[in-house]
Nanobody
Framework: QLQLVESGGGLVRPGESLRLSCTAS????????VSWHRQAPGKQRELVAT???????NYAASVKGRFTISRDNAKNAVYLQMDSLKPEDTAVYYC??????????????WGQGTQVTVSS
């Protein structure tokens, strides 16, 4: 069982920055593809950014150029650097990790979420 803990959320003004962290309980975290998702009130959860176990990254169009996902396998952590924040970035941000040790078996875990509020 992999446990994921997010941190780094908070209240910031438009244009400011935050860095979210997702820390795992197991060194096997380095095998996982990890993504950040967010859910705003009354909206569906959406994918924000993904980083594979090889370090390849992908971003939603709404955050490309403003957010950067990275990982530090030595610390069992994945980060989301969020710059030039906008009010529409306000949401609960969730870390998600998945790994398929075999073709038939997919392991997937969610963190508990961290609130990000962007408001003047």
């Amino acid at each position: 069982q992999l446990q994921l803990v997010e941190s780094g959320g908070g209240l910031v003004r438009p244009g400011e920055s935050l860095r979210l962290s997702c820390t795992a309980s197991d060194t096997r975290f380095k095998l996982y593809d990890v993504s950040w998702h967010r859910q705003a009130p009354g909206k569906q959860r959406e994918l924000v950014a993904t980083i594979t176990n090889f370090g390849n990254t992908n971003y939603a169009a709404s955050v490309k150029g403003r957010f950067t996902i990275s990982r530090d396998n030595a610390k069992n952590a994945v980060y989301l650097q969020m710059d030039s924040l906008k009010p529409e970035d306000t949401a609960v941000y969730y870390c998600y990790a998945e790994y398929a040790p075999t073709v038939e078996h997919l392991l997937k875990y969610w963190g508990q979420g961290t609130q990000v509020t962007v408001s003047s």
